[in-house]
Nanobody
Framework: QVQLVESGGGLVQAGGSLRLSCAAS????????MGWYRQAPGKQRELVAT???????NYADSMKGRFIISRDNAKPTVHLQMNSLKPEDTAVYYC??????????????WGRGTQVTVSS
């Protein structure tokens, strides 16, 4: 009932910047937390950053000081501004949303992902 579509991925050189966006549609009124995860080939999916409705942010240590997550509760959308990109940031980035409801508390939804490639 919630669809997430990522955009903004691409190819950049090390040290460059990229801005990812995720647009949510469907039954979005009860979405609480939104965030970004990433997965490189042969690796497990890992947390990048999350943001609550009140704007509280959580970042993985390797992203602190380089990435900024933000959201617009009305749209609703979530963005990830990535600066000082490194080759090790290369991965498929997935948008995530948690929806709270009386029927299914904390249901999770995922986008199909967008590829980010950072050349050295």
């Amino acid at each position: 009932q919630v669809q997430l579509v990522e955009s903004g991925g691409g190819l950049v050189q090390a040290g460059g910047s990229l801005r990812l966006s995720c647009a949510a549609s469907g039954f979005t009124s009860s979405i609480s937390t939104m965030g970004w995860y990433r997965q490189a080939p042969g690796k497990q999916r890992e947390l990048v950053a999350t943001i609550s409705r009140d704007g509280s942010q959580n970042y993985a240590d390797s992203m602190k000081g380089r990435f900024i997550i933000s959201r617009d509760n009305a749209k609703p959308t979530v963005h990830l501004q990535m600066n000082s990109l490194k080759p090790e940031d290369t991965a498929v980035y997935y948008c995530n949303a948690v929806r709270d409801s009386a029927v299914i508390p904390r249901a999770q939804f995922w986008g199909r992902g967008t590829q980010v490639t950072v050349s050295s």
